[in-house]
């Protein structure tokens, strides 16, 4: 019977035909589609693991990044002064100050002008030493970026303005809590 079938099929279609190849396929087929199924939490986990590994990996290597560019920025900034080959800018710097504006009177209270030294002496840019003899009030750097007011920074050659930005950078770059949000 089963050669009667082989030769028939071998006649139709011109290829040799094994029943028993057929039906061990098709068992093997459903068994293998069986383990797939029943072992779907298994997959899901394994695929769950290595999604969570690979987001780990991602993070840490963008915080390898992150801190690269940090020590990259802090040692460029560092190098931003004169002098150094002598001295590193921390090492070194006073912090910089900026001068306060003057408190200009509210016109709905009618409160007079208040005296200040400002007032006395006026704000000339190009002598700044000025407002150092006499005691104008000043504002650290975070503080007024801190503001949202237009800033400019101006003085002669090797007045401090590139170091009072590295400075800031510095700050910026190490977290330091006095610059706050910037």
């Known amino acids: ?42 997959r899901s986990a394994i695929g769950d693991y290595i999604t969570k590994r690979s987001a780990v990996s991602d993070r840490r290597q963008a915080q390898v990044s992150t801190d690269q560019y940090r020590l990259n920025l802090i040692q460029y900034a560092q190098m931003l002064h004169l002098s150094r080959a002598l001295f590193a800018l921390d090492e070194i710097v006073v912090e910089p100050r900026i001068l306060a504006p003057p408190a ?50 101006t003085g002669h050659p090797g007045s401090g303005k590139t170091t009072a930005l590295a400075y800031l950078a510095i700050r910026v770059a190490l977290a330091d809590p006095a610059v706050g949000d910037l």
């Open 104 to 153: 200009l009177p509210d016109p709905e209270k009618g409160d007079a002008v208040p005296e200040d030294t400002l007032s006395v002496v006026p704000n000339l840019p190009d002598w700044g030493y000025l407002s150092a003899v006499y005691q104008a009030t000043t504002i650290s750097l975070p503080d007024a970026l801190r503001s949202d007011a237009n800033l400019l920074l």
């Open 1 to 42: 019977m089963w050669n009667w079938l082989q030769n028939v099929w071998l006649r139709t279609f011109g290829a040799y035909f094994d029943f028993w190849e057929f039906f061990a396929g098709i068992f093997f087929g459903v068994l293998g589609a069986w383990i797939y199924v029943k072992f779907e939490p298994i």
